[in-house]
């Protein structure tokens, strides 16, 4: 059974870190590019990061830049988002998606396996 679970989420003010884990099941992750995506209260589901699954190249949007990381390891089927100097606009539900490989390149585009999201909130 393919599943994913996020962890890490809480409560930081801003300026804080948190690391974000994704943690997958039913399949090898050497075999799949993983995004991070995020949901705030009233908008879209929107695409954060991506890690490809050949060589490790990594795409992130503008407003994350310098200061998210996106990481795996294969063994432990984890990927890791390292979020530093996080702002109240970074506050949202996280979630983590399978998404399309374009070539050797990963995509903000979800295949379709989600898991249920773990909340971050920055606040003073």
């Known amino acids: 059974q393919v599943q994913i679970v996020e962890s890490g989420g809480g409560l930081v003010q801003p300026g804080g870190s948190l690391r974000l884990s994704c943690v997958v099941s039913g399949f090898s992750l050497d075999d799949y590019s993983i995004g991070w995506f995020r949901q705030a209260p009233g908008k879209t589901r929107d695409g954060v990061s991506c890690i490809s699954r050949t060589d490790n190249s990594t795409t992130y949007i503008n407003s994350v830049k310098g200061r998210f990381t996106i990481s795996r390891d294969n063994p432990k089927n984890t990927v890791y988002l390292q979020m530093n100097n996080l702002k109240p606009e970074d506050t949202a539900k996280y979630y983590c998606?399978?998404?399309?490989?374009?070539?050797?390149?990963?995509?903000?585009?979800?295949?379709?396996?989600w898991g249920r999201g773990t909340q971050v909130t920055v606040s003073a």
């Open positions: 998606a399978d998404v399309i490989s374009l070539g050797s390149l990963c995509s903000l585009n979800p295949s379709g396996v």
